[in-house]
């Protein structure tokens, strides 16, 4: 069997082009591949060092996007006969030629972006242990905490913000079922109370629960009842001396919007670690 030796040299994580190559190589069966990953390469220094290990038998993958770094590197392997495949740039010449921009060539971009989407990747799936108050140790370990009764769009506001890299959990309010000690562990700017008009939820509970085949009266959709309800939960407002937001004419989107808002003003310093 063939064997074929592949440095990949990267100013990130070298995932591109470690996808890259492996999409090549594999139309061929009968090749073996040795890969090796160099990332987080942005010197002319860590580059020579590199290719001081390789030889015309191997090829290099490079996804830099320093111009003189990305010259450095063919103008090294030239020299020793070694192959270059340069897929960034070649990319970013084909897309400049086609718009007339100018690629910015900053180090560490694809970085950044991969980061970004593991951090959204983390934020769905704390939304999703901590949803519903289901474990209440995760409300102090939240961004942000939503509070509400049910179905004033707990659930799919937090999908949204998580989405945007923040850690959200839930806690429905039922007046019958005490409050977990942990909510009052949270900083007070970091929990949003939702409210709504009574009239719109209950017509929204009703249709919730015929969607649900479930008919006749129930305490569910009760005028009365949700009155209570939405009593009660100013009241655990008061308590938590959190931040409200009436959701009665928001769609989802715009809630999760009014609720970055208010998060930034609160903590401005932590704009950066979040999805705009």
Known sequence: MKELTTILISDSTGETAQNYIKSVTSQFPDLKVNLIRKPSIDT??????????ADSNCIVVQTIANEDLSKHLRAVAKEKNIEVLDILNYGIRKVEEATGLKAVREIGLTRTLSEDYFNMIEAIEFAIQYDDGKDPRGFPLSDIVLVGVSRTSKTPTTMILATKNFKVSNLPLVPE???PREIFEVDPERIIGLVIDPDKLSNIREVRSKSLGIVGESIYYDDTRIRRELEYAQEVFKDLDCKVIDVTENTIEQT?????????????????????
Do not use: C, G, S
């Open 177 to 179: 079922i005490k409050l």
């Open 44 to 53: 002319t220094e860590e580059i020579d060092e590199v290719m001081d290990q």
């Open 256 to 276: 999760a919007t009014d609720i970055v808002q208010y998060y930034f003003e609160k903590f401005p310093e932590e704009r950066r670690k979040h999805v705009q």
